[in-house]
Every structure is written in structure tokens, then in C-alpha cells.
């Protein structure tokens, strides 16, 4: 025991003296696979700190007892709460208190950072004299909170930027990107980088020798927090920030640059009173409960299938544009991978597109072709046969589909399971004819594969759950989010963004200009305006899914959509509804400008989002989804709908059901039954208080 603690038990530290005099003070959180700091471990290390305060050890180290990494951060399900509550004030107060307990300590301390050090664990990292890494390539460290609607509450904002210099502190706190512990080394965030096994080691031996940092880096820490610094920097980061958020969507990087503008200068208590203000401001705000409410729906979805998958070897058909990227994307994430095409050029496209993506991903040049390996291309079709998961992705064409069904099925192992990227085709018309239902499904990937994070994993009547479950757990290993959806046309996300894209093509074609249409999406919070969504998907592509789904929601669909001219299929073709132009990063839309003083009409924006809530409101109704939640986290991560809304059935909740009913009907009114309302308006659940 040592001294001074007499008689003490700890629930969630490990208090030991090595022999060298340093005390290392591991954190264990009990009941708890992962170490996340609730406001019982900050009261517990306080405690600790204030009796090593009393009788200090010639250092002290803090480290992690769990392998599977350092802090993960607060408890996010406690900061919840307390919001509910109204007690966000103390919870931030006590994590500055303690912290600065740390701080304040009269021996030197460092922290030994292994795995994950996010949030808070970053933050009691920075309240220590040093930090050592370990060199693995699990280690990450960041201050995320940013996605999350706020900002580093517990002394991170007030102390990063004195450490590295205020450009590369904000840097980090205003995208929430993690660091390697060689990144972290090089701005001076870290220390020292050292192997696994020796990281405690060196940790201490850190707090009994100290080091000194380079003159660089002291120097950034001063001066560019001064008065000057501060006011030449501060517009700059704010109109970078106003280019990827806007003030009104997203408030938390102008309020953290404004926090920073006003105290960075001054001393520490100045600091963190600043700091704490404007995060207990943020916390109650609409934004940052919907991004914590999302940050839960990722871990949902994230749980859906476990770990248990089954599948090594994948095999794709159909090398176009989906197939190829879904095949390449899974042999980046570590699957054999063989891809089947009826000729040979449509392979070679998709393995040179492959490598394109290996060369933004894999940094390591050493490693890529170990990675490329995995991906072969496979003309004959032999991988069918070894194949635990086949992917189809031919055209979308229901007989074309059955007839390849039938000469795959009779080739695949007995546990195989045979799977569909259909985007629109109720899965009841496609497992008629198949002899092993129960292992056929859906895996309906989104474009570009490598950027969109969701998979909806299509059902229908005579599938297995189990087999659910290990699609689910390969989405998680492609680390993508799954989403069970019911088999009807559309599914989830195409149903429900159809009605929005189609609407957007009447309003075009009533002669309003794409600009401003574009313009009044991006102005609700969706990521790209719809006349630009059309257009990168393709015009020929929104005609398929328009006549699979036109009939089922009783819509009609205008002239640009129904009949698409040979080569003005848009971005593929460099021209659509716009003209697109080649640029170093790909294309972009020239789109141009509304005449001079154009009035966009006065309900634009309801004639967009109102037929995208009014289907969402019919698919929950139909069971497309198992509940709200699931709805809303499947249309984020498929459209991109504006996450600081939290999705349509939040938004519905949060702007009032009846008044968005009432606002649908007058539409219905003037432009017809297009806009009538569909069945659910009546569900309890849309008026329900925001969460």
C-alpha cells in the first residue's frame, strides 16, 4: 500500500510504487470493457491526486489496464444525461478541477498512451508534464468533440494550444482528426515514441530525468497565442471552418475559435472559465444532441452483427463502377477477393480504379502490393465456387439477374450465401426461382463505395435471420454501417430520396435554375444539392430506379428523367443537367448563375424536404425499418441529410409533426396529389419531444 492510503479502496484505479520511486496509476473503469471517464472515476483520481499531493512520489505515470487502449474519452451516455438534467456545468467543472489537480501536482507526471487516447483521455494526457506513445498502429490520438456538437471541455481547448502552437491545436480540435503517435510526436503533442513493452518505462523514466522540447516548439506555443497572433489568426480559421460548416448548423468551431480569440492569452483558470462557458452553452444545444444521438446510432449499428462473419474469400460479378469499387474496397479491408465480368476490359477498368484506391489508401508503398493481391480478376468465374460471400452487381434488370442466379447456385460451397446490390428491385421478385432463399439477400452498397458509410442489408420473407446477423458482421469489417431494411421497391434510402429528386426535376423544369435549387438543399443541411445529386448518380440510373418506383408511389415522372439522350448522362458524360469540367481532383458542376435579381419562390425549400419526411413518415409506417432510430441513421449515412437535424423523424419531432402536416397539405393544394399525405402522419412516435 502506499503511503497515505491507508485503508482506501479504488473501484476503477491501480495505484502501485515501482522501485525506482514512481507511483503508476493505471485505470481500470470497473464493469467496463472500454475505459471511458464518468464522473465516478474523475471523483475517484481526484481524490487520489489530492493525497499524492500531500506526500509526493519522485513521479507519476498514467496508464491504462485494459489492451484495448487508453481513454476513449467521457461517458457520452452521462454527458446525456446531465444535459437532461441541467447539470452540465458541474460535471465540466469537476473534469477541469481534477485535471488541474494533476497539473498542479509538485511531481513531475507523464502519461503512457497505448491504443485509442481520445477526448478526455487527450485531455488528462495534456494536463501531465510529458506523454510517450506507443508505436503501434492501433495508437490514435485526438480530440473529437468537435463532431459531437462541442468542443474540448475539460482544459484540452485551454492547454493543446499553448503545447504545439495555436495553427496546428486548432487544427485538430476544429476536424476532430486523430494523430498516429509519429504525427503526434512531430508537433510536439507527444514526447517520445517507443516500442509497446517499453512504454511504462519510459514514461517514468520521463518524470525522474525530464526533456527538454525544441526550441520550435516553445516558441509556437508563445507566440501564437499572443494578443496579435490571435487576431490575425482567428478570421483566417473561421472563414477556412465557414467553407465545410456553416455558423447557424454547426456552432461549435466558431464558438471554440471565439473562446480561443478572447483568453488564449491568458492564464490558465482564465482559460478554462472560457472554455467551460462556452461548452456548457454548446451542450444544450439542438446540434449537439443530434450528433451525440447519432454518435449512439453508429454504436447500434455497429453492434448489429458481432464479430462472427464466416467470410474470407468474396466474389463480385458484374466490374463496373459498383461492382469493381465494392470488390476493390473489400480487398483494401483484408478479404480475398475475385471479380467476374463477361469481358476481360471491364475487369482491367475496374483493377486500374482498384489501384487508384490503394494509392490514397495504403500510405505504407511497401504494403500495397500485398493488398492489390487480394483483388484478381477472374473472366471464367472459377472463385464461385471457393466464395463464402458472392456479390451481384450486374444491370438492374430482374430477368437478367434470375438467369445469372441460376448458374451461379448450383457452383456455390454449402454455406455460401448469394447476395444482391440491387438499388431498387423488390427482393420478392428476385428469390423466386432460388433454391437456397434463406441464404439470398440484399447488400445494397452506396456511390462512391469508399466514401459512403452505409450498407442496407435487404430482407424478405424466407430469409434466414442468422444470415442477417453475418452480413451485418462484414459490413462492420469493411467498416461500413448496416442498416435491415424490408425488401419493398426502394428499400430505405432510395425510396425515400426519390420523391425528393424527382420533385427537385419538376421544379428545374418549371424553369426554376439548378443554382437555386441547389442552393436552398445545401441551405437546410444536405451535403449537395439535388439537380448535382442527379447528375452524379446519373441521369440514365435515377430513370431505372424511377420506373421501378414511379408506379409503387403513385408518381410521375418529368420529361429529364424519362427519357435520357445518349451522352448527356451527366457527371460520367461531362454532361447532364449541367456541364461538368475536369479539374485535379476528379470534376465539378458549372453550374450557372440565376439571372440578376431571380427570386427563388418563397416554398422551395418545402417542395424538396416535404416529399423526402412525407415518404420517410410511409416507410416507417410500412416497416421498412424496425423503428425511427434505424430510420433516421439509415438516412443520414445514405444521403447525407443534415446531420445537425438528426435525421427526418427528429426533425419532424423537433419542427412539430402537425404544423409540417399542415404545410404538406397546402402544397397538395397548390401543385396537386403529389404532395398528399401519406399513411403515419398519425404514428404517437412523430410527436414525441426531440431526444
Same mark, same amino acid.
Given at each position: 500500500?502506499?503511503?497515505?492510503?491507508?485503508?482506501?479502496?479504488?473501484?476503477?484505479?491501480?495505484?502501485?510504487?515501482?522501485?525506482?520511486?514512481?507511483?503508476?496509476?493505471?485505470?481500470?473503469?470497473?464493469?467496463?470493457?472500454?475505459?471511458?471517464?464518468?464522473?465516478?472515476?474523475?471523483?475517484?483520481?481526484?481524490?487520489?491526486?489530492?493525497?499524492?499531493?500531500?506526500?509526493?512520489?519522485?513521479?507519476?505515470?498514467?496508464?491504462?489496464?485494459?489492451?484495448?487502449?487508453?481513454?476513449?474519452?467521457?461517458?457520452?451516455?452521462?454527458?446525456?444525461?446531465?444535459?437532461?438534467?441541467?447539470?452540465?456545468?458541474?460535471?465540466?467543472?469537476?473534469?477541469?478541477?481534477?485535471?488541474?489537480?494533476?497539473?498542479?501536482?509538485?511531481?513531475?507526471?507523464?502519461?503512457?498512451?497505448?491504443?485509442?487516447?481520445?477526448?478526455?483521455?487527450?485531455?488528462?494526457?495534456?494536463?501531465?508534464?510529458?506523454?510517450?506513445?506507443?508505436?503501434?498502429?492501433?495508437?490514435?490520438?485526438?480530440?473529437?468533440?468537435?463532431?459531437?456538437?462541442?468542443?474540448?471541455?475539460?482544459?484540452?481547448?485551454?492547454?493543446?494550444?499553448?503545447?504545439?502552437?495555436?495553427?496546428?491545436?486548432?487544427?485538430?480540435?476544429?476536424?476532430?482528426?486523430?494523430?498516429?503517435?509519429?504525427?503526434?510526436?512531430?508537433?510536439?503533442?507527444?514526447?517520445?515514441?517507443?516500442?509497446?513493452?517499453?512504454?511504462?518505462?519510459?514514461?517514468?523514466?520521463?518524470?525522474?530525468?525530464?526533456?527538454?522540447?525544441?526550441?520550435?516548439?516553445?516558441?509556437?506555443?508563445?507566440?501564437?497565442?499572443?494578443?496579435?497572433?490571435?487576431?490575425?489568426?482567428?478570421?483566417?480559421?473561421?472563414?477556412?471552418?465557414?467553407?465545410?460548416?456553416?455558423?447557424?448548423?454547426?456552432?461549435?468551431?466558431?464558438?471554440?475559435?471565439?473562446?480561443?480569440?478572447?483568453?488564449?492569452?491568458?492564464?490558465?483558470?482564465?482559460?478554462?472559465?472560457?472554455?467551460?462557458?462556452?461548452?456548457?452553452?454548446?451542450?444544450?444545444?439542438?446540434?449537439?444532441?443530434?450528433?451525440?444521438?447519432?454518435?449512439?446510432?453508429?454504436?447500434?449499428?455497429?453492434?448489429?452483427?458481432?464479430?462472427?462473419?464466416?467470410?474470407?474469400?468474396?466474389?463480385?460479378?458484374?466490374?463496373?463502377?459498383?461492382?469493381?469499387?465494392?470488390?476493390?474496397?473489400?480487398?483494401?479491408?483484408?478479404?480475398?477477393?475475385?471479380?467476374?465480368?463477361?469481358?476481360?476490359?471491364?475487369?482491367?477498368?475496374?483493377?486500374?480504379?482498384?489501384?487508384?484506391?490503394?494509392?490514397?489508401?495504403?500510405?505504407?508503398?511497401?504494403?500495397?502490393?500485398?493488398?492489390?493481391?487480394?483483388?484478381?480478376?477472374?473472366?471464367?468465374?472459377?472463385?464461385?465456387?471457393?466464395?463464402?460471400?458472392?456479390?451481384?452487381?450486374?444491370?438492374?434488370?430482374?430477368?437478367?439477374?434470375?438467369?445469372?442466379?441460376?448458374?451461379?447456385?448450383?457452383?456455390?460451397?454449402?454455406?455460401?450465401?448469394?447476395?444482391?446490390?440491387?438499388?431498387?428491385?423488390?427482393?420478392?421478385?428476385?428469390?423466386?426461382?432460388?433454391?437456397?432463399?434463406?441464404?439470398?439477400?440484399?447488400?445494397?452498397?452506396?456511390?462512391?463505395?469508399?466514401?459512403?458509410?452505409?450498407?442496407?442489408?435487404?430482407?424478405?420473407?424466407?430469409?434466414?435471420?442468422?444470415?442477417?446477423?453475418?452480413?451485418?458482421?462484414?459490413?462492420?469489417?469493411?467498416?461500413?454501417?448496416?442498416?435491415?431494411?424490408?425488401?419493398?421497391?426502394?428499400?430505405?434510402?432510395?425510396?425515400?430520396?426519390?420523391?425528393?429528386?424527382?420533385?427537385?426535376?419538376?421544379?428545374?423544369?418549371?424553369?426554376?435554375?439548378?443554382?437555386?435549387?441547389?442552393?436552398?438543399?445545401?441551405?437546410?443541411?444536405?451535403?449537395? +444539392? *439535388? #439537380?448535382?445529386? /442527379?447528375?452524379?448518380? $446519373?441521369? %440514365?440510373?435515377?430513370?431505372?430506379?424511377?420506373?421501378? @418506383?414511379?408506379?409503387?408511389?403513385?408518381?410521375?415522372?418529368?420529361?429529364?428523367?424519362?427519357?435520357?439522350?445518349?451522352?448527356?448522362?451527366?457527371?460520367?458524360?461531362?454532361?447532364?443537367?449541367?456541364?461538368?469540367?475536369?479539374?485535379?481532383?476528379?470534376?465539378?458542376?458549372?453550374?450557372?448563375?440565376?439571372?440578376?435579381?431571380?427570386?427563388?419562390?418563397?416554398?422551395?425549400?418545402?417542395?424538396?424536404?416535404?416529399?423526402?419526411?412525407?415518404?420517410?413518415?410511409?416507410?416507417?409506417?410500412?416497416?421498412?425499418?424496425?423503428?425511427?432510430?434505424?430510420?433516421?441513421?439509415?438516412?443520414?449515412?445514405?444521403?447525407?441529410?443534415?446531420?445537425?437535424?438528426? +435525421? *427526418? #423523424?427528429?426533425? /419532424?419531432?423537433?419542427? $412539430?409533426? %402537425?404544423?409540417?402536416?399542415?404545410?404538406?397539405?397546402? @402544397?397538395?393544394?397548390?401543385?396537386?396529389?403529389?404532395?398528399?399525405?401519406?399513411?403515419?402522419?398519425?404514428?404517437?412516435?412523430?410527436?414525441?419531444?426531440?431526444?
Amino acid at each position: 500500500m502506499l503511503p497515505g492510503f491507508d485503508g482506501l479502496r479504488f473501484s476503477h484505479w491501480q495505484a502501485t510504487q515501482r522501485d525506482d520511486g514512481v507511483v503508476v496509476l493505471a485505470l481500470d473503469r470497473q464493469g467496463a470493457p472500454v475505459n471511458a471517464l464518468s464522473q465516478d472515476v474523475l471523483i475517484e483520481l481526484g481524490d487520489i491526486v489530492e493525497r499524492l499531493a500531500i506526500d509526493p512520489p519522485k513521479g507519476v505515470v498514467f496508464r491504462s489496464a485494459k489492451a484495448s487502449g487508453f481513454i476513449a474519452g467521457a461517458d457520452l451516455k452521462e454527458f446525456q444525461d446531465f444535459d437532461r438534467k441541467g447539470t452540465v456545468n458541474d460535471a465540466i467543472r469537476r473534469g477541469q478541477v481534477v485535471f488541474q489537480k494533476v497539473a498542479e501536482l509538485p511531481c513531475p507526471t507523464a502519461a503512457a498512451i497505448h491504443g485509442f487516447c481520445m477526448g478526455g483521455g487527450t485531455e488528462l494526457a495534456l494536463a501531465c508534464d510529458y506523454r510517450v506513445a506507443s508505436n503501434d498502429a492501433s495508437t490514435r490520438i485526438g480530440l473529437p468533440e468537435v463532431k459531437l456538437g462541442i468542443f474540448p471541455g475539460w482544459g484540452g481547448s485551454a492547454r493543446l494550444p499553448r503545447l504545439v502552437g495555436a495553427p496546428a491545436a486548432m487544427d485538430m480540435m476544429l476536424t476532430g482528426r486523430t494523430l498516429s503517435a509519429s504525427a503526434a510526436r512531430g508537433t510536439g503533442l507527444v514526447d517520445k515514441v517507443v516500442e509497446p513493452a517499453l512504454l511504462e518505462d519510459a514514461a517514468a523514466a520521463l518524470t525522474l530525468k525530464g526533456t527538454q522540447r525544441p526550441f520550435k516548439q516553445r516558441f509556437l506555443g508563445w507566440a501564437t497565442n499572443t494578443w496579435p497572433a490571435r487576431k490575425v489568426l482567428a478570421p483566417q480559421m473561421a472563414k477556412q471552418v465557414a467553407r465545410k460548416a456553416k455558423k447557424d448548423h454547426y456552432p461549435a468551431p466558431y464558438a471554440l475559435i471565439g473562446a480561443w480569440e478572447r483568453s488564449g492569452g491568458s492564464g490558465i483558470q482564465a482559460r478554462l472559465d472560457a472554455e467551460r462557458k462556452a461548452v456548457v452553452k454548446l451542450a444544450g444545444t439542438p446540434t449537439a444532441r443530434n450528433l451525440i444521438r447519432i454518435f449512439f446510432l453508429t454504436e447500434r449499428l455497429k453492434g448489429l452483427g458481432g464479430k462472427d462473419h464466416g467470410i474470407r474469400h468474396v466474389h463480385v460479378v458484374g466490374a463496373g463502377v459498383m461492382g469493381g469499387d465494392i470488390a476493390a474496397w473489400s480487398a483494401y479491408k483484408g478479404f480475398e477477393v475475385t471479380l467476374q465480368d463477361r469481358e476481360q476490359r471491364f475487369i482491367d477498368g475496374a483493377l486500374a480504379r482498384a489501384q487508384e484506391l490503394f494509392a490514397r489508401k495504403v500510405k505504407d508503398e511497401a504494403k500495397r502490393p500485398a493488398v492489390a493481391a487480394r483483388l484478381k480478376g477472374d473472366l471464367a468465374g472459377q472463385g464461385v465456387g471457393e466464395a463464402d460471400l458472392v456479390i451481384e452487381a450486374i444491370i438492374e434488370n430482374p430477368e437478367a439477374k434470375r438467369d445469372l442466379y441460376h448458374l451461379l447456385e448450383p457452383r456455390l460451397k454449402d454455406d455460401a450465401l448469394l447476395t444482391t446490390n440491387t438499388s431498387s428491385i423488390p427482393l420478392d421478385e428476385l428469390r423466386e426461382h432460388i433454391a437456397r432463399a434463406p441464404r439470398f439477400a440484399g447488400l445494397h452498397y452506396f456511390n462512391p463505395v469508399a466514401q459512403m458509410p452505409l450498407v442496407e442489408i435487404v430482407q424478405h420473407d424466407r430469409l434466414d435471420p442468422a444470415v442477417v446477423r453475418r452480413l451485418a458482421a462484414f459490413c462492420k469489417a469493411l467498416d461500413k454501417f448496416p442498416v435491415p431494411v424490408a425488401g419493398t421497391p426502394g428499400f430505405l434510402v432510395n425510396r425515400v430520396l426519390f420523391p425528393y429528386m424527382l420533385e427537385a426535376a419538376t421544379v428545374h423544369a418549371e424553369g426554376v435554375p439548378g443554382v437555386v435549387i441547389d442552393k436552398a438543399a445545401v441551405k437546410f443541411g444536405m451535403p449537395m +444539392g *439535388p #439537380i448535382e445529386l /442527379i447528375d452524379t448518380v $446519373g441521369l %440514365d440510373v435515377a430513370q431505372g430506379v424511377g420506373a421501378e @418506383l414511379s408506379p409503387f408511389l403513385g408518381l410521375q415522372v418529368p420529361a429529364a428523367l424519362a427519357s435520357v439522350e445518349p451522352g448527356k448522362r451527366g457527371k460520367k458524360d461531362g454532361q447532364g443537367l449541367y456541364k461538368w469540367e475536369r479539374t485535379d481532383k476528379g470534376s465539378k458542376p458549372v453550374k450557372p448563375e440565376a439571372p440578376a435579381g431571380y427570386q427563388a419562390p418563397s416554398d422551395l425549400e418545402d417542395r424538396l424536404i416535404l416529399p423526402l419526411l412525407n415518404e420517410a413518415v410511409a416507410c416507417l409506417h410500412d416497416g421498412v425499418v424496425a423503428d425511427a432510430d434505424l430510420l433516421d441513421a439509415g438516412v443520414i449515412f445514405g444521403t447525407g441529410f443534415a446531420p445537425f437535424r438528426g +435525421g *427526418p #423523424i427528429q426533425h /419532424i419531432r423537433a419542427t $412539430g409533426a %402537425d404544423a409540417l402536416l399542415e404545410r404538406l397539405k397546402a @402544397l397538395q393544394a397548390r401543385y396537386g396529389d403529389r404532395f398528399v399525405p401519406r399513411p403515419g402522419w398519425d404514428a404517437s412516435v412523430l410527436r414525441q419531444p426531440p431526444e
